[in-house]
């Protein structure tokens, strides 16, 4: 059965990139603040569905699986942990019981083994899935924005670090189709594509290709004049970055005041001096860039449904 994807978009369909972010921060930022298991699972199904129901044929929709696993590692390996190392939450109920290994005075409040509790089981499991929720959230964000379309809406004071990451945003997919892509040329061929071995041969024409992208890209970059900048005054560089630094600090601030308890009172005001000094930033920053916007993305109305749904 073939397999359902959304039509291609286009000009006359296609949401703004900006408002999928919006809405997997929104998700993920709600993933953060609990660890019922319930509603991280129903978070983590509203956006394996949308993704589903909304993603592509383009090379960066095939990436939400690795996310998907790289999910599950994290919520395994927040066990191992939880196993060996123990777990800060006190427990009455034990499972098993693990050899504990000496340790010197120095590292006294550490251990390894010793009694493995259902409490602190119970504790990393709701932990990891929290991460896990995190990373799949961005995942759904990555599989259903364009990178390049998302690169073409960020201000031009974020032009040169947007490309950075656009570029590493688009290297993940690509070297995921190209291990499948190999992976069943040996099949075909009759040759091991698992274990250590089909590894190791499978690795080197990964790296060849991604060697060759790179360079084919920045060769594309040059010719397209990338980096140039028109001239600025020495004081308004430096008010760009004073006013840039500030408020990204700003920005973290309230953010880490939001997410936990006892920063509630400076949490938001902290965070809209930091916009507002981020802002200000970007606009003054924004007479360095020399490079104008063809047919930009419009925000219409379904972009707010996505991103106020996001945000709610």
Known sequence: ???????????????????????????????????????????????????????????????????????????????????????????????????????????????????????????????????????????AANALASPARLLKSLPGALYEVGVAVVVAMTFAPNLIVDVQRLRAARRLRGRPDRGIRGLLQVGLPVLEGALERSVALAAAMDARGFGRTSPVPARVRRAISVLTLGGLMGVCVGTYGLLTAQGTSYGLPALAAGLTCALAGLRLGGRRAVRTRYRPDPWGPRAWLVAGSGVA
């Open 1 to 139: 059965m073939r397999r359902r994807l959304a039509p291609e978009a286009h000009r006359g369909n296609a949401l703004h990139p900006g408002a999928w972010w919006v809405w997997a921060i929104g998700l993920g930022t709600a993933a953060s603040r609990t660890t019922n298991p319930l509603l991280l699972g129903l978070l983590i199904g509203v956006a394996g569905y949308v993704v589903a129901a909304r993603r592509t044929s383009a090379p960066w929709a095939k990436s939400y699986g690795a996310f998907v696993k790289l999910g599950l590692a994290v919520i395994a390996i927040r066990l191992v942990f939880a196993i060996v190392l123990g777990s800060p939450i006190p427990g009455t109920h034990t499972v098993v019981t693990l050899p504990e290994v000496p340790l010197p005075e120095w590292a006294r409040g550490v251990r390894i083994g010793g009694r493995v509790t259902a409490e602190g089981l119970l504790f990393a499991l709701y932990d990891g899935i929290r991460l896990a929720g995190l990373l799949i959230c961005v995942g």
